[in-house]
């Protein structure tokens, strides 16, 4: 299968349509300061802004240290500036990438998840962090956009846990909330994994600056190089 190279990852010439196209479409020209026409591209990652009352803006410094993270560590070159989306919103074809956290309610009208399960047909990818009391409230979205599934668990030696960095035991536990173990869920379509579901681990809280949560260096960097195995899989495309 071919593949075009960006900045570091390759994305995947095959991936669906729809999704495929646009991205190819919206990669932005950037140039450094003195340098004209440069080959360098960009991509932008999005936050879902949702409805019901959670705080969907939670760690808002998270995203934006985790593309300073890739862009540094792997060689990605993602706009270092996150961009808000609805998810009933035709914008959110433009990215390939889309981050949701929080700690309360969430609700997806009927229009949203129609458009929801489009773009994950399409190409897209949605990585779902529990911030601590999101857990019932996207199960019970997410079955409205899937049906027919339930959250697959995937296990340790998932491509995701290992490329470019390796985790042995899977999610890296970030933050401990009630003491459970973490747990990385997956929704397929098509055989094709569109949605992980990060689970009693807290990305997002290690991803934060430093003086958020105050987390050391070690547990900061886990959860940062986690997030970059996710970046990676997305762009590689899946492996299964």
């Known amino acids: 299968m071919k593949h075009i190279h ?108 129609k458009n929801l399960r489009k773009y994950l047909k399409s190409g897209g990818f949605l990585h779902i962090d529990d911030n601590y009391g999101l857990d019932p409230y996207i199960r019970r979205e997410m079955k409205k956009v899937f049906p027919d599934q339930d959250f697959t668990e995937l296990p340790p030696d998932h491509p ?27 929704l397929f379509m098509d055989g094709r994994l569109v949605c992980f579901y990060s689970y009693e681990s807290d990305l997002g809280d290690g991803w934060e600056d430093p003086a958020v949560h105050h987390d050391s260096q070690e547990t900061r960097l886990k959860a940062l190089k986690m997030g970059a195995n996710l970046i990676t899989y997305v762009f590689e495309g899946n492996k299964e």
């Open 6 to 113: 960006l900045s570091g990852i390759r994305i995947r010439k095959h991936l669906p349509s729809l999704l495929s196209t646009l991205l190819m479409v919206l990669l932005v020209p950037v140039n450094t300061p003195g340098q004209t026409n440069t080959t360098t591209t960009t991509i932008r990652i999005a936050l879902l802004k949702y409805s019901g009352g959670g705080d969907w803006y939670a760690n808002p410094t998270s995203l934006p240290n985790l593309i300073k993270f890739c862009n540094e560590n792997i060689h990605t070159h993602i706009d270092p500036k996150p961009v808000n989306v609805d998810p009933g919103s035709r914008d959110i074809f433009n990215f390939p990438f889309v981050h949701m956290t929080g700690h309360g309610n969430v609700i997806f009208s009927d229009q949203e998840v």
């Open 160 to 186: 995701i846990f290992r490329s470019p960095y390796f985790f042995k035991n899977g999610l890296p536990k970030i933050h401990e909330h009630d003491g459970k173990r973490p747990q990385g869920f997956g």
